[in-house]
C-alpha cells in the first residue's frame, strides 16, 4: 500500500461550503477563497474528485509513488488527508483508497451543484466512492510527528522516511480497521453528517448472499447539517428530543458533535420534490431513530414519546 498524504483545510463533512462548514486553515488560499476541497467528498456518479492545493508549478510528482518519466497519471494509491484541527495539531481526517493521482489538475467531469455553487471545476485525485472514508470530528485523533521529516508547509507530504514507519503503520491499521467495520454495516446509507437514513433501507437475504435494495430519494445533505449546528448553537448540546439521550454525556469528546437527524416526514413517504426546513428535522439518538421508523405510518415525535412514556421528558 503506497500512501500520500496531502494536507487540506480542516471541515467537517467536506460536503460542500455552508455558512457555518468551510474550509480553514490549510493554506492562505483559503484566507480569501473557498478552498476546493470544500467538496472533496461529493459524490459523482459513484466517484469523489479531491483536491490539494499545489505549489510549484502546480504539479504533483507523481514520480515519487513509481509513475514513470512521462505518465501523467498514477493509480492504486492511498491517500491520507490531513488538516489542522480548529485548536491545533496536524491529525489525519480521512482517506480515499485505490486512488488515481495526477501530476496535473484536470476538469471535473459532470460537477455537482455544489461544485459549482463555489466554483470547483478542477481535481487532481480521484477514487470510488465507496472506497473512501471521512472521520468524524471526534474520531480524528490520529496526528503525525513534529519537526523534520515531518509535515509541514507544504500541502504534499510523502512520508518517506525511516522515522514515519510506526507512524504509517498506525495509520494503515486505522484504514483497515474502519474498513472492516464499514463492511460490516455496509447496508446502511449514511449522509454526509454522518447520520443512517433508515427510512431508506431495506433488505432481504436470499440464500447465502444478501440482497440489498436502496431506495433513493435527493436529500439535501446542507440542512442535515444546518439542523446540527443551529442546535449546538442554540441549545450547547445535541440531545435526542424524545428521550434526552446526549452522546457526548457518555461517550465524551467522541460523541460531542454527533446525533441523528430524523425527517419527520420521511422522504420515503413523499410521492415528489419537497421543501425541507429546520422545523421539519428533528434531534434523535440512534435508537429512538431506529425504532420510530419501524412504525407504519412514521408517528411524529410526540406522538412516539407519548407512547413509550417519554412525554415528561425535559429537554
Given at each position: 500500500m503506497k500512501l500520500?498524504?496531502?494536507?487540506?483545510?480542516?471541515?467537517?463533512?467536506?460536503?460542500?461550503?455552508?455558512?457555518?462548514?468551510?474550509?480553514?486553515?490549510?493554506?492562505?488560499?483559503?484566507?480569501?477563497?473557498?478552498?476546493?476541497?470544500?467538496?472533496?467528498?461529493?459524490?459523482?456518479?459513484?466517484y469523489l474528485y479531491g483536491y490539494v492545493q499545489v505549489t510549484k508549478g502546480k504539479k504533483i510528482n507523481i514520480g515519487r509513488l513509481g509513475a514513470g518519466r512521462g505518465e501523467q497519471s498514477i493509480e492504486n494509491i492511498t491517500v491520507v488527508w490531513l488538516a489542522t484541527a480548529p485548536d491545533g495539531g496536524i491529525v489525519v481526517i480521512?482517506?480515499?483508497?485505490?486512488a488515481t493521482i495526477y501530476r496535473q489538475y484536470k476538469k471535473t467531469p459532470t460537477p455537482s451543484e455544489l461544485h459549482l455553487k463555489d466554483d470547483i471545476l478542477y481535481y487532481n485525485i480521484k477514487t470510488e466512492t465507496k472506497n473512501a472514508f471521512l472521520l468524524q470530528p471526534g474520531e480524528r485523533t490520529l496526528a503525525p510527528g513534529k519537526g523534520k521529516g515531518w509535515p509541514g508547509q507544504s500541502p504534499l507530504w510523502y512520508a518517506s522516511e525511516p522515522g514515519n514507519q510506526q507512524f504509517i503503520k498506525t495509520v494503515k491499521k486505522l484504514i483497515n480497521d474502519k474498513s472492516i467495520a464499514h463492511s460490516i454495516q455496509s447496508y446502511d446509507v449514511t449522509n454526509?453528517?454522518?447520520?443512517?437514513?433508515?427510512?431508506l433501507m431495506g433488505s432481504a437475504?436470499?440464500?447465502r448472499g444478501v440482497l440489498v435494495t436502496h431506495i433513493k430519494k435527493e436529500r439535501n445533505q446542507v440542512i442535515i447539517?444546518?439542523?446540527?449546528?443551529?442546535?449546538?448553537?442554540?441549545?450547547?448540546?445535541?440531545?435526542?428530543e424524545i428521550c434526552n439521550f446526549s452522546f457526548k454525556d457518555v461517550y465524551g469528546d467522541l460523541g460531542s458533535d454527533f446525533c441523528e437527524v430524523h425527517h419527520i416526514k420521511p422522504l420515503s413517504e413523499a410521492s415528489d420534490k419537497i421543501e425541507t426546513s429546520l422545523d421539519d428535522l428533528a434531534i434523535v439518538c440512534s435508537n429512538c431513530h431506529r425504532m420510530i421508523h419501524r412504525i407504519t405510518p412514521v408517528p411524529d415525535i410526540e406522538e412516539f414519546k407519548s407512547r413509550f412514556g417519554f412525554d415528561n421528558t425535559k429537554n
Open positions: 500520500l498524504f496531502c494536507h487540506v483545510g480542516w471541515m467537517t463533512s467536506y460536503h460542500g461550503s455552508t455558512d457555518e462548514d468551510y474550509p480553514l486553515k490549510g493554506g492562505k488560499y483559503n484566507d480569501s477563497y473557498i478552498g476546493h476541497e470544500a467538496c472533496n467528498f461529493v459524490d459523482i456518479n459513484g480521512g482517506w480515499y483508497k485505490y454526509a453528517a454522518g447520520v443512517t437514513d433508515l427510512d437475504t436470499e440464500g447539517n444546518q439542523k446540527k449546528r443551529h442546535v449546538l448553537n442554540t441549545t450547547g448540546y445535541l440531545k435526542c
